[in-house]
């Protein structure tokens, strides 16, 4: 049966997983790349971003599972771009170029609806204005067969965790203290929810834990 | 030089070093002994219980650095006892029974005076109730050419590392999820508080972090 994951979730060591101060010249926040830092020596992730090379070790099987098997995609606004409140102009269309590493149908929450936007390679950008199960709801019937990913950022995910949509979640935990962002876990019973952590890996740059829903 | 040290300090993967309602029955909090999962099957622990056997891998490595080259140790009220508010008898002497794990000085911080206790093996427990500054200033000049350690629990730990007192803290982060206790990082600027992972190691049952502040 198709699930709905959260995977290749990075996280510091005292649970932030971006930085303060989103900008347009910090997309992860101010010190938020560091989180990353697993995920860009890996084969995986030079692939997508056209290099040769790359490390082929623990960190690269998680990381190269974190974007298989998804038939579609949520995201938060905040992870589609910088802009708040309503759109001024179309121009913005995402932070990843023509050709993002989506290649499939990807909703973005938002408050201010918008025509969707067919990109190169596959994804299509849908703006889903009424609420987050809605979004999860179109998000599985174009899925189909596949698995639904909710891309993130940290609010995206917390919202989807409270209401219980999220089978399993991958979080790399990055050996890195960030002191401020984005915090994950803060208020959040994942124990309550019915998260326990059902795998456990030393990979070379990060702590990978699979969290499963009992 | 001396340092001031935490060290074998165990936290979830959700940042909670200990469970919630610490009590008699659970002197680390509800579920509070699954972040010490690391701990108990190691060489180190089981000697100190009188046991034989153990584990000798990196957790055992960094479990027995977490006890030794101390020369006098600093611990909060409730991680000497479940009791609160003045001491209605001088009959409570710790979790540990007769001989503690300690075998040095040993402050324990209070709002209530008591006379010090002399236990077997050389721990000497001293209440302190003018604050954590006269706490450490009695524990160094106990240690003499020997560290301090801050033994917990973690408002201590915390109180000690907002005055930047600490120099090194060891963090076992355990792979499992508590979602309620007492939170280590929440509100906690260990960047800005000079703090970074120096050392990251991959244990059998935790991943080891160490941090130094700059």
Same mark, same amino acid.
């Given at each position: 049966?198709? +699930?709905?994951?959260?995977?290749?979730?990075?996280?510091?060591?005292?649970?932030?997983?971006?930085?303060?101060?989103?900008?347009?010249? @910090?997309?992860?926040?101010?010190?938020? @790349?560091?989180?990353?830092? /697993?995920?860009?020596?890996?084969?995986?992730?030079?692939?997508?971003?056209?290099?040769?090379?790359?490390?082929?070790?623990?960190?690269?099987?998680?990381?190269?599972?974190?974007?298989?098997?998804?038939?579609?995609?949520?995201?938060?606004?905040?992870?589609?771009?910088? %802009?708040?409140?309503?759109?001024?102009?179309?121009? /913005?269309?995402? /932070? /990843?170029?023509?050709?993002?590493?989506?290649?499939?149908?990807?909703?973005?929450?938002?408050? @201010?609806?918008?025509?969707?936007?067919?990109?190169?390679?596959?994804?299509?950008?849908?703006?889903?204005?009424?609420? %987050?199960?809605?979004?999860?709801?179109?998000?599985?019937?174009?899925?189909?067969?596949?698995?639904?990913?909710?891309?993130?950022?940290?609010?995206?995910?917390? +919202?989807?965790?409270?209401?219980?949509?999220?089978?399993?979640? @991958?979080?790399?935990?990055?050996?890195?203290? =960030?002191?401020?962002?984005?915090?994950?876990?803060?208020?959040?019973?994942?124990?309550? =929810?019915?998260?326990?952590?059902?795998?456990?890996?030393?990979?070379?740059?990060?702590?990978? =834990?699979?969290?499963?829903? +009992?």
């Amino acid at each position: 049966m198709p +699930q709905v994951r959260v995977a290749g979730f990075s996280v510091s060591a005292d649970g932030y997983a971006a930085g303060p101060e989103q900008s347009l010249e @910090h997309p992860l926040g101010k010190r938020g @790349h560091e989180i990353f830092a /697993w995920y860009f020596p890996t084969k995986t992730f030079r692939t997508m971003q056209g290099q040769a090379g790359g490390t082929e070790g623990v960190d690269d099987q998680y990381g190269a599972r974190s974007m298989q098997g998804f038939g579609a995609f949520i995201l938060g606004r905040n992870m589609f771009g910088p %802009i708040r409140g309503p759109w001024t102009n179309e121009d /913005w269309k995402g /932070w /990843w170029g023509g050709n993002p590493p989506y290649h499939a149908p990807t909703f973005v929450l938002t408050n @201010h609806p918008r025509d969707p936007i067919v990109m190169e390679g596959g994804t299509v950008f849908h703006f889903v204005a009424d609420g %987050i199960r809605s979004a999860l709801d179109q998000a599985r019937a174009a899925a189909g067969d596949l698995d639904v990913k909710i891309g993130g950022g940290v609010a995206t995910v917390r +919202q989807y965790l409270e209401i219980g949509a999220v089978d399993e979640m @991958h979080l790399a935990m990055s050996p890195v203290v =960030l002191g401020r962002g984005e915090a994950l876990f803060a208020g959040l019973d994942l124990s309550a =929810l019915g998260y326990a952590v059902t795998r456990s890996a030393a990979g070379e740059r990060a702590t990978h =834990l699979v969290l499963t829903r +009992q």
